[in-house]
T-cell receptor, first 114, second 113 residues
Framework: ETGVTQSPTHLIKTRGQQVTLRCSSQSGHNTVSWYQQALGQGPQFIFQ???????GRGNFPPRFSGLQFPNYSSELNVNALELDDSALYLC?????????????FGPGTRLTVL | DAKTTQPTSMDCAEGRAANLPCNHSTISGNEYVYWYRQIHSQGPQYIIHGLKNNETNEMASLIITEDRKSSTLILPHATLRDTAVYYCIVRTRGSSNTGKLIFGQGTTLQVKP
């Protein structure tokens, strides 16, 4: 069984640029959530996707957007990058919406904005 | 979702039991207690969850008080690889936030030789 994978591992961008991060869900999981983790902080929920639709969003501006594909993989897009967007971005998948099943996290993408 | 309070850091000797407390005094009847941990530079890892009964799995035990206002995660024989940040999370059911986990600062557990 393949776990959650994310790409790239590390990324460096400059302020104002746009970035796309990718996530492949664990096999059989149809729900994907994205989190942002600033240095020294706990992860913060960005949004969740279920059946290719956004299904819940945290306190993040619209320049954070996402997609989920029919194979349940997902992308996180961030436009107009700001210095404070520098963080570890985590993707998590789970088997179904509304369940109490645990979420399985990927290793994350470290984004640095200069 | 109810808020949780955890100590910032704890130490534990290798081979001894690590007992990590969590307060969740505003927990409601349909909220579960979840524990995750995050080893340095990795994604969080699910450990265990429970509603009101004590739970045990191959990683840990979860003891929830009868009034459900606090819980303790027990790692029975801590190893150096258990050094991590441990997060206690209270999660509610809801169609708009089913995947949403609210992480606090967590407890940094340092297992020492």
């Amino acid at each position: 069984e393949t776990g959650v994978t994310q790409s790239p591992t590390h990324l460096i961008k400059t302020r104002g640029q746009q970035v796309t991060l990718r996530c492949s869900s664990q096999s059989g999981h149809n729900t994907v959530s994205w989190y942002q983790q600033a240095l020294g902080q706990g992860p913060q929920f960005i949004f969740q996707y279920y059946r290719e639709e956004e299904n819940g969003r945290g306190n993040f501006p619209p320049r954070f957007s996402g997609l989920q594909f029919p194979n349940y993989s997902s992308e996180l897009n961030v436009n107009a990058l700001e210095l404070d967007d520098s963080a570890l971005y985590l993707c998590a998948s789970s088997p179904m919406e509304g369940s109490y099943n645990e979420q399985f996290f990927g290793p994350g993408t470290r984004l640095t904005v200069l | 979702d109810a808020k949780t309070t955890q100590p910032t850091s704890m130490d534990c000797a290798e081979g001894r039991a690590a007992n990590l407390p969590c307060n969740h005094s505003t927990i409601s009847g349909n909220e579960y207690v979840y524990w995750y941990r995050q080893i340095h530079s990795q994604g969080p890892q699910y450990i265990i969850h429970g509603l009101k009964n004590n739970e045990t799995n191959e990683m840990a035990s979860l003891i929830i008080t009868e009034d459900r206002k606090s819980s303790t995660l027990i790692l029975p024989h801590a190893t150096l690889r258990d050094t991590a940040v441990y997060y206690c999370i209270v999660r509610t059911r809801g169609s708009s936030n089913t995947g949403k986990l609210i992480f606090g600062q967590g407890t940094t557990l340092q297992v020492k030789p």
